[in-house]
């Protein structure tokens, strides 16, 4: 009887630290099969790297608390990320007013994040008004928001930022990268907002159980509808350090960068059929797929071989995910 | 009533804030003159480009033999001394000279073998930035947009293949001492000396060289 409690606790704290236990394995693999793995520039690289990853996962951690998911966040990425590049470098010509309107990198940073906002409000709208679902939803707005961004772009990159704004992709600040503090900053923002505010814990209780949720007097419309918008902004976020650390805004950013953003919060333990999982775990989900590719890069493996592995990777995280909630 | 007065002025406040420090307004006429000043003639802004500043530049090419022997000692260095470029990355021009026997020749390129090493000489593919950026000159800043930035790197490269290539690959054949300047790109992460491909800025016959 004893021992089999004690088999209990060791399973449940093998489930509980899973996602670190997975990194320790394949931090400790990859520093036995190439020495560049522990260097200092490189730990920064795949820090630097992450970011963005993390905070596209802090909002899809969000969402998929909330039991839905967004497939839109690197369409959203790229069309914020090249409307923050094209008001920086060309403005709004308002010809009905004789107006030019010139916009400072605030101004311009502050566009690509409403923007986001806005297409992410648009997502939530569209799932808790009109009842579509998450998927589909958010799938319609995949393609809808890079057909913008090509539109708004020509199809052409918007390049030559300036250094100012390259600063906040690319510059240091207490000798670690700016983009590593932007995570840290809305890893800690989500943190708190998840454990210690309301709409944080209106979140689990939605994912939870949606029914009870609403009975027990919670605005779910609201609460959806504000976690896309989140999902959304953090997504622009991402947008802009990309374009700001390429010195260009890509019509084509952000390409699949939905699918690294889903496959760090499920490995990081978050359920996807909502309620359960943490914005802790899903850091260290961000933290697992970027080891994964910067290993793969410094073993030489295939680009091709490389989605592969991921591939497998994520599935794997899902069935032990689908295998610990049926225990 | 009175804390709802406060919150209004505070969030009208903060909005005030927010577009003084979002925006700088002109009226759209003058921008529209100013711009109009501004129109990009690509072809003349690169013949001026090569006339003034890669001419007069190529003086300041160092020999390639000394540079690889530079990079071999301390790469970080001599990248941030004489390596130049446009955009963030990894990737550098460095402008070099030398000397060398002519060992293969066709119409894309020509092989030179001097002392110790082997190199080619772009003939045919001229494509890339080299020539434009290996200059430290040109502002990204100064362009509205890639396309403009591009445009002076194909001028470029049609001056070299008109100017430079189209007579000396009538004249030159196997054997021949040639001596080059020219720009080499190279990969600060993945630094590969071996093969090296110069686009040429200037190239010339040594017919009094003396094996």
């Known amino acids: ?327 | 009533m009175t804390e709802k007065l406060y919150k209004a002025a505070i969030s009208v406040g903060v909005l005030v804030l927010l577009v003084y420090l979002s925006v700088e307004i002109h009226p759209l006429s003058e921008y529209k003159l100013a711009k109009a000043g501004r129109t990009f003639d690509a072809a003349a802004f690169s013949q001026e480009y090569w006339d003034e500043i890669v001419l007069p530049g190529l003086g300041q090419a160092v020999p390639l033999d000394s540079l690889i022997q530079w990079l071999e000692t301390d790469k970080e260095k001599t990248f941030d001394q004489y390596g130049s470029a446009l955009s963030i990355g990894n990737i550098r021009y460095f402008l070099v000279k030398g000397t060398g026997l002519v060992e293969e020749l066709n119409q894309d390129y020509l092989k030179l073998k001097p002392d110790n090493r082997k190199l080619t000489i772009a003939f045919e593919f001229i494509y890339g930035n080299a020539a434009r950026d290996a200059f430290d000159v040109i502002d990204l800043n100064d362009f509205d947009s890639t396309s403009e930035l591009n445009s002076v790197s194909e001028h470029l490269n049609s001056i070299i293949k008109n100017n430079i290539i189209s007579s000396f690959s009538k004249s030159v054949k196997l054997g021949d001492h040639v001596g080059y300047i020219g720009v080499i790109e190279l990969n600060r992460q993945h630094l590969m000396l071996q093969d090296l491909e110069i686009i040429p800025l200037q190239l010339s016959l040594r017919p009094d060289f003396q094996q």
């Open chain 1, 1 to 327: 009887m004893e021992k089999s409690t004690s088999i209990r606790n060791y399973r449940d704290i093998l489930i509980k630290f899973q996602s670190l236990l997975a990194l320790v394995i394949l931090c400790f693999v990859l520093a036995m099969m190439t020495d560049i793995f522990f260097t200092s520039s490189n730990m920064l690289n795949v820090m630097r790297q992450i970011s963005v990853n993390i905070c596209i996962s802090v909002g899809m951690t969000l969402v998929i608390l909330t039991g839905g998911i967004d497939l839109s966040v690197g369409s959203i990425l790229a069309l914020s990320g090249a409307l923050t590049a094209g008001f920086l470098k060309f403005g709004l010509e308002l010809p009905f007013f004789d107006t030019f309107i010139g916009f400072t990198i605030f101004g311009a940073v502050l566009i690509g994040i409403l923007s986001g906002t806005a297409l992410g409000t648009f997502n939530g709208l569209a799932i808790t008004v009109f009842r579509v679902p998450p998927f589909v939803a958010t799938l319609a707005m995949l393609t809808i928001a890079r057909g913008f961004t090509m539109l708004y772009t020509k199809g052409f990159p918007i390049s030559g930022l300036g250094q100012n704004y390259a600063f906040i992709g690319t510059g240091w600040l207490l000798g670690i990268p700016v983009p590593v503090w932007i995570a840290l900053t809305v890893v800690a923002i989500a943190f708190f907002v998840t454990n210690k505010t309301r709409l944080g814990r209106y979140i689990y209780a939605i994912g939870g159980n949606e029914s009870a949720a609403q009975l027990s007097g919670i605005n779910i419309r609201k609460i959806k509808t504000i976690v896309y918008a989140i999902a959304g902004g953090l997504a622009a976020l991402g947008g802009i350090i990309v374009t700001s650390r390429l010195d260009s805004a890509q019509p084509n950013a952000g390409a699949s960068y939905e699918l690294d953003a889903i496959a760090a919060v499920v490995i990081g333990g978050t359920s996807l059929s909502g309620g359960k999982g943490t914005i802790g775990g899903t850091v260290l989900g961000a933290i697992i797929i970027g080891v994964l590719n910067n290993g793969l890069v410094l073993l030489n493996v295939s680009p091709f071989w490389q989605q592969v592995i991921k591939g497998f990777v994520i599935l794997l995280a899902i069935i032990i995910d689908k295998s610990n909630t049926r225990k």
